[in-house]
């Protein structure tokens, strides 16, 4: 009580009026944030006044304090940081962008490197933005270095992604000093500052005062080590005011370390409590001296606190003495100052050590500390074994969960503890007494070795490798190189956020934080023995390693611990080998042997020898004396990582026991391995696997009996289907697991045969190492590899083996209690081995606690005896009573014992009986194992925790309480030590009612209650019944069915706090909320199902229960039912319903709206618990689910219309379309559009909603069509392109417009309608000649829209023939002009040339005067390959021949060039080759007519002819030269004759084709610009195809930016509109369609008023469908155009309409303008040549009718009569050319009379 007085005085001597009682709530967490809880206790005004005269009375007697001493002294806790707050810290640890600092009191703070100061952060982001090297800005390693004292100011409190709270810090002068002002600085204080600038004779100090310049002289810094020439800007820098000058504006600074440390601020220099900082020193009086600390006053009215931490430990202090204490921390809100009396903070020159004189112990565990001192509010303080103090915080000296019990943690003699940090501000350990924490493996960096598999979770996949992160504040670095065995190139199909997965350790670098690991399959399962240093690199060890580097002279292997040795070149192989490189990879694993190893050099030489050469004679060895699936007896070398190295005897031939393979039991494999020592031996194993490289040897029973019985197949060929193998789980991957069997053979059961039960996540599912039973379900012979299942249904276990497998793994728990026991040789260890489950103990109380008990021992000195709480369940305990116990389980490797007290357990045994059955309750879980009692009989036993081998983990999992209905088969079994033996099937856990747990015995069916309704949700009601327990209605039982309307909310008709009679109508099961997750795992309980119905209330109505599976059946398939909106997942795009309390409904997308504007926002279509009404799609009775649709119709049928949402667009094919209900369809292109347009899929996108009309459906696809006509028959336009249903609806002669298919070697193949395809014969598709198909494929792109002419139909074959022959179909050939292609000769000239088949000495002579023209004619081709359309048509060979070349007076020089589009470079081009190539074709040709010709003898005759045609040959070279329209060969030839005519833009162009030719594009701009510098200024014209040209090489092989640049310089040269104009053609072209329309917008505003432009705007729209955007751009060029442009310009968008758009509306324009202006006979001739071609017959004469009628003069009329007969010649018949004729006679006659009179 004495300690408590005075840590806790009573009175109010020091309590002030702005006081208030401070309650702090404990923290769980150290590094959690929890906001101060403060509780203002107050009893009333008068009270309140009392105490504030009390204390201004008492205040008075004391004196004046500017800030309040607390009660106590305690640290400063984390929660008690606030953003503002200043501290004294010391830097921790510097790394490139951040500095870590030690703050007081164990905490720690981070400075960034954006908060050092304003010039340094503004020098940054000038070297950033301006993107200059950055080497003269000094980074933080270089500004900042360990144990550097530092002041800093909380700059904000950050949260992390884990949830712990992040202190950022600041040392910005403009935040520290913020308080001071110029006019408060005055000489000898002590500031801190940051450099701003450096000058030539000091540098200036940012020392964050608004109005003061400060200046450190060059003189003034007195160490030699800080010269002002190696200070840099942002270096950190603690200065003494030396001199103040103009009022603070200006000051003088002196830096000096030694002399700065020693200043003590003093009372004249004005600090106060606002601008006090932390690390200056003051001289205090000690006021009070109390168990945790010291209360100080300094500054002569300043008060402050020094915790234990900060008191030197070896000095006395008493009250009124005076010390010397440096501030620490300073909370300027509380003014509470926080100082330190060490010697290191207080005297000048002692500096803070940054390592321990202990060295480095972190994470270090130990034994046997002391507790020296326990300070309730902050910690404890602990000797550690070598007298080194350390501290324990408050939150570590229990576990988050445990209740706070200091007088018992003080009580205890010795402490385990974990050394978790060494603080350097309090230079004190600082460790933790969380058995949680000490008991982890790994808790820093040293904890992990070379060679060590661990497991982690995958963080984030980088460039370089994949981040692992083992522990949360560990992980580990996957270089890329050992991601996999192999390259990975796509790492992230393999590797996922979150994945859990197993490595191998490569390294561990302690002292800076690293640790490497590797996923190399090989590496992780290797069970060779691992060179973790060149010690372990024997000769003649073989282990695996990885390749690192590839020389000439050898390969570098690497293994752990970066141990490395040469492989060199002659041990490669056993084949002589020349270049490694070919043969090996960096990564790659290979299995090395030593051949010689020096340790002391760190040398070792290696070979790949060892598969080539069979190992050795050591390894050849076993093969024949060990034989798979014999018993042996081994000797235990060496215990290694993943298993065992023994040696077989009595031969001792080496081989590996996997620790996997100790037992069928996993859980203890781990306890039989660390039992065994070296030197053991080991019976009962069997040989497993072996080959050439080890010998495998296995101990599980299972197995062992299975290859005993002989039932495992010793290779591939003796595996069959069905055949039952056991064996163990090898390797779990994502989409299955492998089980390997005996002799080295692996199966796969894939993640549906895994298990009877869906899993979702396979690595939750097995353990490595799990014996199974596996059933062969496939077998692939080519391969080798096999197929299995895990199925428990489709697997038989063998009769009693459940139990057998009990057997042996209580004896292995057995086997290693008694072997620990041996070894530890303690009295207290035999005893617990002798202890056995089920036998009752005498024990005392020693305490109680929420969680249990503990208990005492006289015979059992020194063990840990505890109950948990299950245990002691309604049995009354106090300290000290004597209970009687029974024992559950016995853990000897804590000496620990868990009993049970209960009642029913300590009763007197009943006899059992074979066969009979009982329930059992499951009363303690240890792993694999569960003991149960049975029934009332106080019988306990033990059994598994899995019934089947192949049960997966998270199966049916037994928890404590669970009941399982059991029969016995022994009732007293001797090797259970007499216990019972039972068999059991795991049915549904049900939990066991203990007394705490017991609620109310529930509701009873149809019973009528009273409640008051709690709350009102959407879709339910939750419900405080008359005995306070809860329930719920759902919205469907608020009122009666025939009352609900369609769009209400039942449940808003109920309010809040209303008192309601309901009626139970079920009950369903729900999660406690109550009780904690972590000690009721799986607690539920029920909540009644109540209706509000009124009929349903009435008692006298038999309410029948009805379960949800009878109410499913209920549903069919079309019924309309009433349904509630529960929810809408905007994820899956689905809305969630409610049909009943256990009925849910599910409404996909395309079920909800019956718009597809709707799509865009449908969660906004429906409200949480509006009523609708849905029709049954689908039942799902299994899921209690049902599949509805709220737009009435359930189901697709032929003819219906629905919406679809497009899946796929595909340009052979067209749409792919998801359809509601699970239906996919396709639409062709023949069904998009009434009227067909070029690229009619680019409408279209991925996931856009479009409505659809079904066709028909073919193998569950339906046939889809778009077309306007088929969804809305009503409201379209008639059909420009009709639909082709059949081929009967063709007739010849009909144009017909489709799209292209293909084109192959047989013809072009026309798309007619989805199931009408026409062929296009090559005579039939162009007039010019093609040597091949895939030249036509070029000028025919897929879906190209074309017209053709129907030229045959075969009805019965459904084939058709097409022509797309100009004169055929009236439209252009395919084959533009400026291409030059020969034409294709007619039948009548191809009889001619045979009829003049040539003589021999013809053929002769044509032979060797082919060269030239062949030449020639190549170059033709080629030049037209250049796609710059500027050549003139060149005539054929024969015109050649029988023409001599004229040349005229103005052909002396090439003709000027019009450009009226763009050019089209890409033509050609691909079909170009070089000149070389063409040389070596011709003369390859020239020496095979030699062969030919050389037989033959040459006569007299022959001879004259050849001369003849040499002098011909040479006369038409001549001709060449002489022509100037002949393209140049070189560039020579191009230079000359650009000196003659430099000012020809043609020549220019034929130069750029030229290089082009070549695919010299850098040449060709060359030659453009050397082009626009040669031209003359006057030549615009010239100049502008130049300008032209280029923008169209930007176009093809340039980028953006290049063309973009190319467009501004043409502007400035040339006149603007055109250069705009022939941009946008170009981009037309090249179908960059949004270019283009910017482009032209653009244009339409700069020159509003040039009529060309509206034009040429408009035609681009109508080409590209956008008729409506065209009519928008007509009515704004008629306001942007003078009136009188009007008529023309709507003229013009007439003509338009009929070429591009819709004919009709171009015809009712024109109708228009010239029902208005109807003399214009321009218009009118114009507009019957559009009628001719676009229109029918009929319309034709009625316009001619009309224009005939006119009154206009009679020449006018005269001609359009002319032109109406000429019509009626071409198009009509005699009697309608009789009518023209004699329409013609009367109007003569009319016009005579009207003369005469």
């Known amino acids: 009580m004495a300690s408590e007085e005075e840590d806790f005085p009573r009175g109010g001597t020091s309590r002030k009026h702005s006081e208030s009682k401070i309650v702090l709530e404990h923290v769980d967490n150290l590094f959690q944030s929890n906001e101060l809880t403060e509780t203002k206790k107050r009893k009333g005004g008068k009270v309140d006044g009392k105490q504030v005269k009390k204390q201004r009375s008492e205040e008075s007697n004391e004196g004046l304090t500017l800030n309040t001493a607390a009660k106590s002294v305690e640290i400063l806790h984390l929660k008690n940081v606030k953003e503002g707050?200043?501290?004294?810290?010391?830097?921790?640890?510097?790394?490139?962008?951040?500095?870590?600092?030690?703050?007081?009191?164990?905490?720690?703070?981070?400075?960034?490197?954006?908060?050092?100061?304003?010039?340094?952060?503004?020098?940054?982001?000038?070297?950033?933005?301006?993107?200059?090297?950055?080497?003269?800005?000094?980074?933080?390693?270089?500004?900042?270095?360990?144990?550097?004292?530092?002041?800093?100011?909380?700059?904000?409190?950050?949260?992390?992604?884990?949830?712990?709270?992040?202190?950022?810090?600041?040392?910005?002068?403009?935040?520290?000093?913020?308080?001071?002002?110029?006019?408060?600085?005055?000489?000898?204080?002590?500031?801190?500052?940051?450099?701003?600038?450096?000058?030539?004779?000091?540098?200036?100090?940012?020392?964050?005062?608004?109005?003061?310049?400060?200046?450190?002289?060059?003189?003034?810094?007195?160490?030699?080590?800080?010269?002002?020439?190696?200070?840099?800007?942002?270096?950190?820098?603690?200065?003494?005011?030396?001199?103040?000058?103009?009022?603070?504006?200006?000051?003088?600074?002196?830096?000096?370390?030694?002399?700065?440390?020693?200043?003590?601020?003093?009372?004249?220099?004005?600090?106060n409590l606002t601008n006090l900082l932390p690390g200056l020193l003051v001289r205090a009086t000690i006021k009070k001296v109390t168990k945790h600390g010291l209360f100080l006053d300094f500054l002569s009215s300043f008060s402050g606190q020094v915790d234990f931490l900060h008191m030197e430990p070896t000095s006395s202090y008493t009250e009124g003495r005076q010390v010397q204490a440096c501030v620490l921390y300073m909370e300027p809100s509380t003014r509470l100052v926080g100082l330190s009396l060490r010697r290191y903070l207080v005297q000048a020159g002692t500096g803070i050590d940054t390592s321990p004189s202990a060295g480095d112990r972190i994470g270090e565990v130990v034994k046997e500390c002391k507790m020296t001192a326990m300070h309730h509010m902050s910690g404890a303080m602990l000797q550690l074994p070598d007298e080194i103090p350390a501290f324990v915080?408050?939150?570590?000296?229990?576990?988050?969960?445990?209740?706070?019990?200091?007088?018992?943690?003080?009580?205890?003699?010795?402490?385990?503890?974990?050394?978790?940090?060494?603080?350097?501000?309090?230079?004190?350990?600082?460790?933790?007494?969380?058995?949680?924490?000490?008991?982890?493996?790994?808790?820093?960096?040293?904890?992990?070795?070379?060679?060590?598999?661990?497991?982690?979770?995958?963080?984030?996949?980088?460039?370089?490798?994949?981040?692992?992160?083992?522990?949360?504040?560990?992980?580990?670095?996957?270089?890329?190189?050992?991601?996999?065995?192999?390259?990975?190139?796509?790492?992230?199909?393999?590797?996922?956020?979150?994945?859990?997965?197993?490595?191998?350790?490569?390294?561990?670098?302690?002292?800076?934080?690293?640790?490497?690991?590797?996923?190399?399959?090989?590496?992780?399962?290797?069970?060779?023995?691992?060179?973790?240093?060149?010690?372990?690199?024997?000769p003649g060890r073989v282990s695996h390693g990885f390749i690192v580097c590839i020389k000439d002279f050898g390969c570098i292997v690497r293994f752990y611990n970066n141990v490395k040795g040469l492989v060199p070149l002659r041990e490669l192989s056993a084949d002589p080998i020349s270049s490694p490189q070919e043969l090996f990879y960096v990564g790659q694993v290979l299995k090395t042997k030593v051949l010689q190893c020096e340790p002391e050099k760190a040398r070792m030489l290696l070979s790949f020898k060892t598969e080539v050469e069979g190992e050795t004679e050591e390894a050849a060895k076993p093969q024949f004396e060990c034989e798979v699936g014999k018993r042996l007896e081994a000797k235990l070398v060496k215990k290694l990582v993943n298993g065992l190295e023994v040696s077989i005897l009595p031969d001792e031939v080496c081989a590996v026991l996997p620790t996997v393979h100790l037992s069928d039991h996993v859980s203890n494999c781990p306890l039989l391995w660390g039992s065994l020592q070296e030197g053991d031996v080991i019976a009962n194993l069997v040989c497993f696997n072996k080959n050439k490289q080890n010998i495998t040897l296995t101990k599980k029973p299972t197995v062992r009996w299975s290859m005993e019985e002989g039932l495992v197949p010793r290779d591939f060929s003796e595996i069959t289907v069905g055949m039952q193998l056991v064996g163990c789980i090898k390797n779990i991957m994502s989409y299955g697991v492998f089980v390997e069997f005996p002799y080295g053979l692996v199966g796969l059961a894939p993640k549906s045969a895994m298990s009877d039960k869906f899993i979702q996540d396979t690595m939750t599912t097995f353990q490595p190492g799990q014996t199974v039973i596996a059933k062969v379900t496939n077998l692939d012979k080519d391969k080798q590899r096999f197929l299995v299942t895990l199925k428990i249904s489709e697997v038989m276990m063998p009769g009693g083996d459940a139990q057998t497998r009990?057997?042996?793994?209580?004896?292995?728990?057995?086997?290693?209690?008694?072997?620990?026991?041996?070894?530890?040789?303690?009295?207290?260890?035999?005893?617990?081995?002798?202890?056995?489950?089920?036998?009752?103990?005498?024990?005392?109380?020693?305490?109680?606690?929420?969680?249990?008990?503990?208990?005492?021992?006289?015979?059992?000195?020194?063990?840990?005896v505890l109950a948990n709480k299950h245990h002691v369940t309604g049995v009354n305990l106090t300290a000290g009573q004597k209970v009687g116990a029974v024992v559950l389980h016995v853990d000897i490797l804590s000496n620990c014992i868990q009993v049970s007290v209960l009642p029913k357990l300590l009763g007197k045994k009943k006899s059992l009986t074979e066969e009979s059955k009982y329930t059992a309750v499951v009363e303690f879980i240890d792993q694999d194992f569960a003991v149960v009692s049975l029934g009332n009989t106080a019988q306990l036993t033990v059994i598994q925790t899995r019934s089947h081998l192949n049960d997966i983990i998270f199966s049916e999992k037994l928890d404590v309480g669970t009941t399982l209905a059991v029969e016995v088969i022994e009732p007293t079994c001797e090797e259970l030590q007499g216990l019972p033996l039972l068999s059991w099937n795991c049915s549904a856990p049900k939990r066991q009612r203990v007394t705490s747990e017991n609620q109310d015995r529930g509701h009873c069916f149809g019973e009528i209650l009273q409640g008051k309704v709690h709350t009102v949700k959407p879709t339910s009601i939750r419900v405080t019944l008359e005995d306070g327990s809860k329930g719920s209605v759902h919205v469907?039982?608020?009122?009666?069915?025939?009352?609900?309307?369609?769009?209400?909310?039942?449940?808003?008709?109920?309010?809040?706090?209303?008192?309601?009679?309901?009626?139970?109508?079920?009950?369903?099961?729900?999660?406690?909320?109550?009780?904690?997750?972590?000690?009721?795992?799986?607690?539920?309980?029920?909540?009644?199902?109540?209706?509000?119905?009124?009929?349903?209330?009435?008692?006298?109505?038999?309410?029948?229960?009805?379960?949800?599976?009878?109410?499913?059946?209920?549903?069919?398939?079309?019924?309309?039912?009433?349904?509630?909106?529960?929810?809408?997942?905007?994820?899956?795009?689905?809305?969630?319903?409610?049909?009943?309390?256990?009925?849910?409904?599910?409404?996909?997308?395309?079920?909800?709206?019956?718009?597809?504007?709707?799509?865009?926002?449908?969660?906004?279509?429906?409200?949480?618990?509006?009523?609708?009404?849905?029709?049954?799609?689908?039942?799902?009775?299994?899921?209690?689910?049902?599949?509805?649709?709220?737009?009435?119709?359930?189901?697709?049928?032929?003819?219906?219309?629905?919406?679809g949402i497009v899946s796929n667009i595909q340009p052979q094919?067209?749409?792919?379309?998801?359809?509601?209900?699970?239906?996919?369809?396709?639409?062709?292109?023949?069904?998009?559009?009434?009227?067909?347009?070029?690229?009619?899929?680019?409408?279209?996108?991925?996931?856009?909603?479009?409505?659809?009309?079904?066709?028909?459906?073919?193998?569950?696809?339906?046939?889809?069509?778009?077309?306007?006509?088929?969804?809305?028959?009503?409201?379209?336009?008639?059909?420009?392109?009709?639909?082709?249903?059949?081929?009967?609806?063709?007739?010849?002669?009909?144009?017909?417009?489709?799209?292209?298919?293909?084109?192959?070697?047989?013809?072009?193949?026309?798309?007619?309608?989805?199931?009408?395809?026409?062929?296009?014969?090559?005579?039939?598709?162009?007039?010019?000649?093609?040597?091949?198909?895939?030249?036509?494929?070029?000028?025919?792109?897929?879906?190209?829209?074309?017209?053709?002419?129907?030229?045959?139909?075969?009805?019965?074959?459904?084939?058709?023939?097409?022509?797309?022959?100009?004169?055929?179909?009236?439209?252009?050939?395919?084959?533009?002009?400026?291409?030059?292609?020969?034409?294709?000769?007619?039948?009548?000239?191809?009889?001619?040339?045979?009829?003049?088949?040539?003589?021999?000495?013809?053929?002769?002579?044509?032979?060797?005067?082919?060269?030239?023209?062949?030449?020639?004619?190549?170059r033709k081709s080629d030049g037209d390959d250049s796609g710059v359309e500027v050549y003139f048509r060149e005539d054929d060979d024969e015109d050649a021949e029988k023409k001599p070349a004229k040349v005229t007076a103005g052909s002396a020089g090439p003709s000027r060039l019009q450009v009226a589009a763009g050019f089209s470079w890409e033509v050609g081009?691909?079909?170009?080759?070089?000149?070389?190539?063409?040389?070596?074709?011709?003369?390859?040709?020239g020496e095979d007519q030699d062969e030919k010709a050389k037989p033959q003898k040459k006569s007299h005759h022959e001879l004259q002819q050849e001369k003849k045609s040499a002098e011909k040959a040479l006369l038409q070279r001549e001709n060449e030269l002489m022509d100037p329209n002949l393209r140049p060969q070189d560039a020579s030839t191009f230079d000359r004759l650009l000196l003659a005519s430099p000012n020809s833009s043609l020549l220019w162009l034929q130069y750029m084709a030229h290089h082009l030719q070549a695919t010299q594009i850098e040449q060709a701009r060359a030659v453009a610009e050397r082009a626009l510098k040669t031209i003359s200024f006057r030549e615009e014209q010239e100049k502008l195809n130049v300008w032209v040209a280029l923008l169209n090489l930007e176009n093809l092989y340039g980028t953006e930016e290049s063309l973009k640049k190319v467009f501004e310089r043409a502007l400035q040269f040339c006149e603007p509109r055109p250069v705009y104009q022939q941009l946008a053609d170009i981009y037309t072209n090249s179908s960059k369609i949004k270019e283009a329309e910017g482009l032209y917008k653009t244009m339409v505003k700069r020159f509003r008023e040039d009529k060309a432009v509206w034009l040429s705007y408009g035609t681009f729209l109508l080409q590209q469908g956008q008729g409506d955007a065209a009519s928008s751009l007509l009515q704004r060029a008629l306001r942007?155009?003078?009136?009188?442009?009007?008529?023309?310009?709507?003229?013009?968008?007439?003509?338009?309409?009929?070429?591009?758009?819709?004919?009709?509306?171009?015809?009712?324009?024109?109708?228009?303008?010239?029902?208005?202006?109807?003399?214009?006979?321009?218009?009118?001739?114009?507009?019957?040549?559009?009628?001719?071609?676009?229109?029918?017959?009929?319309?034709?004469?009625?316009?001619?009718?009309?224009?005939?009628?006119?009154?206009?003069?009679?020449?006018?009329?005269?001609?359009?009569?002319?032109?109406?007969?000429?019509?009626?010649?071409?198009?009509?018949?005699?009697?309608?050319?009789?009518?023209v004729k004699e329409k013609a006679l009367e109007f003569v006659e009319s016009k005579g009379k009207e003369a005469e009179n």
């Open 393 to 538: 915080h408050r939150n570590n000296l229990k576990e988050p969960n445990e209740e706070a019990n200091d007088n018992k943690v003080f009580a205890m003699s010795e402490h385990t503890c974990r050394i978790l940090d060494f603080c350097l501000m309090d230079q004190i350990y600082y460790v933790t007494l969380r058995k949680s924490l000490i008991e982890k493996p790994y808790y820093s960096y040293s904890d992990f070795h070379a060679g060590q598999l661990v497991e982690g979770t995958v963080s984030v996949l980088m460039s370089h490798g994949m981040l692992v992160h083992v522990t949360d504040h560990i992980k580990g670095l996957v270089p890329r190189t050992h991601l996999s065995d192999i390259s990975l190139s796509n790492p992230e199909k393999k590797y996922v956020e979150g994945m859990k997965v197993t490595c191998r350790v490569l390294s561990v670098d302690v002292e800076n934080k690293k640790l490497y690991l590797s996923r190399k399959k090989t590496l992780v399962e290797s069970t060779l023995p691992l060179f973790l240093s060149y010690s372990d690199a024997r």
């Open 1680 to 1779: 942007s155009l003078p009136s009188k442009e009007s008529v023309d310009m709507i003229a013009k968008f007439a003509q338009m309409e009929f070429r591009y758009g819709d004919a009709e509306k171009g015809r009712n324009m024109m109708d228009k303008v010239l029902t208005s202006y109807p003399k214009r006979t321009d218009l009118w001739s114009v507009f019957i040549d559009l009628t001719i071609k676009h229109g029918s017959q009929t319309e034709v004469r009625a316009l001619f009718d009309r224009v005939i009628n006119l009154s206009v003069s009679v020449k006018k009329i005269k001609f359009f009569f002319k032109r109406y007969l000429e019509y009626e010649k071409k198009h009509g018949t005699p009697q309608s050319i009789q009518t």
């Open 1469 to 1485: 081009l691909s079909s170009l080759k070089p000149a070389s190539a063409e040389k070596e074709e011709e003369s390859s040709d």
């Open 1036 to 1203: 469907s039982e608020v009122m009666e069915a025939a009352d609900m309307r369609i769009g209400s909310f039942p449940t808003s008709s109920v309010k809040a706090g209303s008192v309601i009679t309901c009626r139970v109508i079920g009950g369903r099961e729900a999660s406690s909320r109550r009780l904690m997750s972590f000690s009721h795992p799986k607690f539920t309980y029920y909540i009644p199902e109540l209706t509000l119905v009124p009929s349903k209330l009435d008692t006298s109505v038999n309410l029948k229960p009805v379960s949800t599976q009878e109410k499913m059946s209920t549903y069919k398939v079309g019924e309309e039912i009433t349904c509630f909106v529960s929810k809408f997942h905007s994820d899956r795009k689905c809305l969630e319903v409610t049909c009943g309390p256990s009925v849910t409904g599910t409404v996909e997308l395309l079920a909800m709206i019956k718009n597809p504007q709707d799509a865009k926002h449908p969660e906004k279509l429906y409200k949480l618990g509006q009523t609708v009404r849905a029709v049954v799609v689908e039942v799902q009775a299994k899921h209690n689910r049902l599949l509805l649709s709220l737009t009435g119709v359930h189901k697709l049928e032929k003819g219906s219309t629905v919406l």
């Open 806 to 864: 009990l057997i042996h793994g209580l004896q292995e728990r057995r086997a290693v209690n008694e072997m620990l026991a041996v070894k530890d040789g303690g009295e207290l260890c035999q005893q617990l081995a002798a202890l056995s489950v089920g036998e009752k103990l005498k024990l005392t109380v020693e305490g109680t606690t929420e969680n249990g008990a503990t208990f005492k021992s006289d015979d059992l000195n020194g063990a840990t």
């Open 85 to 271: 707050m200043l501290f004294l810290g010391c830097v921790k640890e510097v790394t490139d962008f951040e500095v870590t600092v030690s703050l007081p009191c164990g905490l720690q703070g981070y400075l960034s490197i954006k908060n050092i100061c304003d010039s340094y952060t503004k020098l940054l982001s000038e070297q950033l933005d301006s993107g200059d090297d950055t080497e003269e800005i000094c980074s933080l390693v270089h500004l900042f270095q360990p144990g550097m004292l530092l002041r800093c100011v909380v700059a904000k409190l950050h949260v992390t992604k884990g949830g712990l709270l992040s202190i950022q810090l600041s040392v910005n002068p403009k935040l520290l000093n913020k308080n001071l002002t110029s006019s408060s600085v005055k000489a000898g204080m002590v500031l801190s500052g940051c450099v701003e600038s450096v000058e030539d004779h000091g540098c200036i100090i940012d020392i964050g005062i608004s109005g003061t310049k400060a200046f450190l002289p060059e003189e003034a810094m007195k160490c030699k080590q800080n010269k002002t020439e190696e200070l840099k800007v942002g270096q950190y820098l603690m200065v003494q005011v030396e001199e103040v000058k103009n009022s603070g504006r200006v000051v003088r600074l002196v830096a000096n370390p030694s002399a700065v440390t020693k200043v003590c601020a003093n009372t004249e220099q004005g600090w």
């Open 1213 to 1418: 094919v067209g749409l792919y379309v998801k359809l509601p209900f699970g239906g996919t369809g396709t639409v062709c292109f023949t069904d998009l559009l009434d009227t067909y347009k070029p690229n009619p899929l680019r409408a279209y996108s991925k996931d856009q909603i479009i409505r659809c009309y079904l066709l028909d459906c073919k193998n569950e696809k339906w046939q889809l069509s778009l077309r306007p006509s088929r969804l809305s028959p009503q409201q379209t336009k008639p059909e420009k392109d009709p639909e082709v249903l059949s081929v009967d609806q063709l007739q010849v002669g009909q144009l017909i417009r489709g799209y292209v298919k293909s084109v192959g070697e047989h013809g072009v193949f026309f798309r007619l309608s989805r199931s009408i395809i026409g062929r296009v014969q090559f005579k039939h598709s162009t007039k010019y000649f093609i040597k091949s198909h895939k030249d036509l494929s070029k000028h025919l792109p897929v879906n190209m829209l074309l017209t053709a002419k129907i030229l045959s139909v075969d009805r019965e074959a459904e084939l058709v023939d097409l022509s797309l022959l100009p004169e055929d179909t009236g439209r252009s050939d395919i084959f533009p002009e400026s291409l030059n292609l020969p034409l294709r000769l007619s039948e009548n000239e191809k009889k001619k040339q045979k009829r003049r088949a040539p003589s021999a000495s013809e053929q002769q002579d044509q032979a060797e005067s082919k060269i030239p023209k062949k030449k020639k004619k190549k």
